[in-house]
């Protein structure tokens, strides 16, 4: 079975600053990775996804994410973050073939952007 | 392009009592989830459907918990009786199917046991 590790549980940043997120899986097969969002009071939302190609993706509001194989990770970046990213952000991983698009999710981050 | 429906989105009961959570999932969605949210932890999955047939439950207490989705559309989860442990937020989410298509999330439903 599939796991996945967020290692930073709470990240308090500034207007501006860059944000980096990290993420780990655990699984010895081929995997679908995305990132989900959790905006105060809304629902799950999808950021970004990783299925096959470029490991380099991009996502929606200047998202970005790096699969990277040989390290079972795929964190998620931002050059600059604005205020209205604070949200709650879940690192996620389906198994293929067969997962059946069942995800495996971490324990989550939840980001604080000051201004 | 209407959402994953669930309502209640708040419910409070007493332990052993019985509580049901009803989704209605994006239409043509042939794949239903119910996944569980515990308080500082990522939702788990409890039970998927494809169609009206359950694919996986592997991880849902059976001893308390049921769920069903009989005209292959919407879908409820029942818990009874309910448990301390129970309290977390329960999410709907819905997909086309296949390993490779993106599920879309409701907002869940808060269930507090006291």
């Known amino acids: 079975a599939q796991s996945v590790s967020q290692h930073n549980h709470h990240v308090i940043l500034s207007e501006a600053a860059s944000l980096e997120l990290g993420c780990n899986y655990s699984?010895?097969?081929?995997?679908?990775l995305f990132w989900y969002v959790q905006y105060p009071g809304q629902h799950l939302q999808l950021l970004l996804k990783?299925?096959?190609?470029?490991?380099l993706v991009k996502g929606i509001k200047g998202f970005e994410a790096e699969f990277i194989k040989s390290k079972f990770s795929f964190n998620l970046r931002k050059p600059s973050v604005q205020w209205s990213d604070t949200a709650e952000y879940f690192c996620a991983v389906n198994a293929r073939p067969g997962g059946g698009n069942k995800l495996t999710f971490g324990t989550g981050t939840q980001l604080k952007v000051e201004l | 392009e209407a959402g994953v429906a669930q309502s209640p989105r708040y419910k409070i009961i007493e332990k052993r009592q019985s509580v049901a959570f009803w989704c209605n999932p994006i239409?043509?969605?042939?794949?239903l989830y119910w996944y569980q949210q515990i308080l500082g932890q990522g939702p788990k999955l409890l039970i998927q459907?494809?169609?009206?047939?359950?694919?996986?439950d592997s991880q849902l207490p059976k001893d308390r918990f049921s769920a069903e989705r009989l005209k292959g559309v919407d879908s409820t989860l029942k818990i009874q009786p309910a448990k301390l442990e129970d309290s977390a937020v329960y999410l709907c989410?819905?997909?086309?199917?296949?390993?490779?298509?993106?599920?879309?999330f409701g907002q869940g439903t808060r269930l507090t046991v006291v």
């Open positions: 990783y299925f096959s190609g470029d490991p």
């Open positions: 239409s043509g969605h042939a794949t």
């Open positions: 699984y010895g097969g081929t995997v679908n």
């Open positions: 459907f494809q169609n009206n047939g359950v694919v996986d």
């Open positions: 989410a819905s997909s086309l199917g296949g390993d490779s298509s993106e599920a879309f």
